[in-house]
């Protein structure tokens, strides 16, 4: 069955620190990597992606994503963090089509102590 | 930079009433979803529309819920008889194809709470 693991629930950084938040998806076939962010109060947005090429993604904001094929992860990385990256962030995938259904993990809430 | 727009973004209702969630689209899209995100778990599919019909439904979709695109803009859920568990936040989203490298881009959700 296709799903989501991410390992982290809550995490808990001071400001400076390293991120790298653990992904690891169940998909046949070619996928589609994603990681949201949702800030607290607002909607879902895309912080990065990956659907081919290049298996380490630039995202906004500072964030980057290394997709291991072999591993099945998708680990998102953040080499120093601020306290405005207090967010719950979800990783997801799809697979084929981008227009076919996202599949997302349970969500990593993470905490930056100022 | 357009958005995916959704309306009300609260809605209390009563237990066995019904409630239509409203969605606008980025205007050139083409693919529509609904998502829905129970308090505490993770985000999850509950239909895709394209070209006026289903293309996929999840088994949280069933004969309670129906979907209408009933003019060139809108998109909307519908729940007949709202149970208790339907309490959530709805996401709507839209992409404009299905080439690779599209994004669903997501509204701000609507949170239902049924009493």
């Known amino acids: 069955a296709q799903s989501v693991s991410q390992h982290n629930h809550h995490v808990i950084l001071s400001e400076a620190a390293s991120l790298e938040l653990g992904c690891n998806y169940s998909?046949?076939?070619?996928?589609?990597l994603f990681w949201y962010v949702q800030y607290p109060g607002q909607h879902l947005q895309l912080l990065l992606k990956?659907?081919?090429?290049?298996?380490l993604v630039k995202g906004i904001k500072g964030f980057e994503a290394e997709f291991i094929k072999s591993k099945f992860s998708f680990n998102l990385r953040k080499p120093s963090v601020q306290w405005s990256d207090t967010a719950e962030y979800f990783c997801?995938?799809?697979?084929?089509?981008?227009?076919?259904?996202?599949?997302f993990g349970s969500g990593t809430r993470l905490s930056i102590r100022p | 930079e357009p958005e995916v727009t959704q309306t009300p973004s609260h809605q209390v209702t009563q237990m066995g009433q019904e409630v239509i969630l409203r969605c606008v689209p980025i205007s050139n899209h083409l693919y529509f979803y609904w998502y829905r995100q129970i308090l505490g778990q993770k985000v999850e599919f509950l239909v895709s529309?394209?070209?006026?019909?289903?293309?996929?439904k999840s088994e949280i979709f069933d004969d309670q819920f129906s979907v209408e695109r009933p003019d060139g803009s809108n998109f909307t859920l519908k729940i007949r008889s709202t149970k208790l568990e339907d309490s959530a936040m709805y996401f709507c989203?839209?992409?404009?194809?299905?080439?690779?490298?599209?994004?669903?881009?997501f509204g701000p959700g609507t949170r239902l709470l049924v009493l």
């Open positions: 989203a839209s992409t404009m194809t299905s080439g690779s490298g599209e994004t669903q881009y």
């Open positions: 998909y046949g076939g070619t996928v589609n």
């Open positions: 990956y659907f081919s090429g290049d298996p």
């Open positions: 997801a995938v799809n697979g084929g089509s981008s227009a076919s259904k996202i599949i």
């Open positions: 529309f394209y070209n006026n019909e289903i293309s996929e």
